[in-house]
């Protein structure tokens, strides 16, 4: 069964500073990869998604995430961040011939000023 | 935005009463999710449709229940609500499993005491 680990709980970063968000899977067969971002009292929304091709995979708000099969690793990245980027960001998987999709823990990001 | 409905959006029942919680998607959505999320935890799958009277257990699914009757309407079911099901629902829909974007409801917030 696939698995999702978001190896950072919280990760502070200053205004216009480069951020990076950390998520590794584990999974036997192909899988489809996602990252959801959750505003404060709200529910989620896809930021991005790869299912097969280009491993960089760019999304909304300036975000990007690349692909690694070996490391089987889907890390989440903006150049630049802002203070409207404080949230709780999900990365997902969902194994190809399967219904489920496992979210992992998540990841609070925190702009400081 | 995909039409989906989640009620009531908050709730408090006491321990040992059944409970219900509606998911209502206008979008023709055939997979459907309901989710519990808890801090340190995040996302937690706790059952899921395919279709019509096709459901399946996730990760999380003892003390819940579930039923589709209709393609539109998802209900999750706690039988007897215990304070360890206190928590944030979240019902969501894909158009055609787990490799496309899912969207989510606003929660339900339950509280068991």
């Known amino acids: 069964a696939q698995s999702v680990t978001q190896l950072d709980s919280q990760v502070p970063v200053f205004e216009e500073a480069p951020v990076e968000l950390r998520c590794n899977y584990s999974s036997s067969v192909s899988v489809y990869l996602f990252w959801y971002v959750q505003y404060p009292n709200q529910g989620l929304q896809l930021l991005l998604k790869y299912l097969s091709g280009s491993t960089l995979v760019k999304g909304i708000n300036g975000f990007e995430a690349e692909f690694n099969k070996s490391q089987t690793s889907f890390h989440l990245r903006k150049p630049s961040v802002h203070i409207s980027d404080t949230a709780e960001y999900f990365c997902?998987?969902?194994?190809?011939?399967?219904?489920?999709?496992?979210f992992g823990k998540g990841t609070r990001l925190h702009i400081l000023p | 935005d995909a039409g989906i409905t989640q009620s009531p959006r908050h709730k408090v029942t006491e321990t040992g009463t059944p409970v219900t919680l509606r998911c209502h998607q206008t979008e023709n959505h055939r997979y459907m999710y309901w989710y519990r999320q808890d801090p340190g935890h995040g996302l937690r799958l706790i059952h899921y449709?395919?279709?019509?009277?096709?459901?399946d257990k996730g990760e999380v699914s003892d003390g819940y229940s579930v039923s589709r009757s209709k393609t539109e309407d998802f209900l999750l079911t706690l039988e007897s609500a215990t304070s360890s099901q206190t928590s944030v629902y979240f019902c969501a829909t894909t158009q055609v499993s787990g490799n496309t974007e899912a969207f989510f409801g606003q929660g339900t917030r339950l509280t068991v005491v």
């Open positions: 449709s395919y279709g019509v009277k096709d459901t």
């Open positions: 997902a998987v969902s194994e190809r011939r399967d219904d489920k999709i496992i």
